[in-house]
């Protein structure tokens, strides 16, 4: 069972930038996806940014231009990197990853909150 730890959430204003990180105990090079997703107050789980090997990356429509997603294969850890930040993207931010013949695994969630 692959295991991840988010950290990096916090209180940010408005423009201004965060990183949150997700390291995983499996190796980045098992893993098939890895990414990002977020969920707001009232509203359904949504992508944010994903790594699917081989494919390439895939960014929620809100967030393109904006937020950029890497992987450090030595720190076994997913980043996201988020500037230019709006209010509406406050939300707790889970990292999800999905071994290569395995069932896809949830972080628990950092918070995200961005001041106007």
């Known amino acids: 069972q692959v295991h991840l730890v988010e950290s990096g959430g916090g209180l940010v204003q408005a423009g201004g930038s965060l990183r949150v990180s997700c390291v995983t105990s499996?190796?980045?090079?098992?893993?098939?996806?890895m990414g990002w997703y977020r969920q707001a107050p009232g509203k359904q789980r949504e992508l944010v940014a994903e790594?699917?090997?081989?494919?390439?990356?895939t960014y929620g429509d809100s967030v393109k231009g904006r937020f950029t997603i890497s992987t450090d294969n030595a720190q076994k850890t997913i980043k996201l990197q988020m500037n230019s930040l709006k209010p509406e993207d406050t939300a707790v931010y889970y990292c999800?990853?999905?071994?290569?013949?395995?069932?896809?695994?949830w972080g628990r969630g950092t918070l995200v909150t961005v001041s106007s």
């Open positions: 499996a190796s980045i090079f098992s893993l098939k996806t």
């Open positions: 999800k990853v999905e071994p290569w013949g395995g069932p896809e695994v």
């Open positions: 790594i699917r090997s081989g494919y390439g990356t």
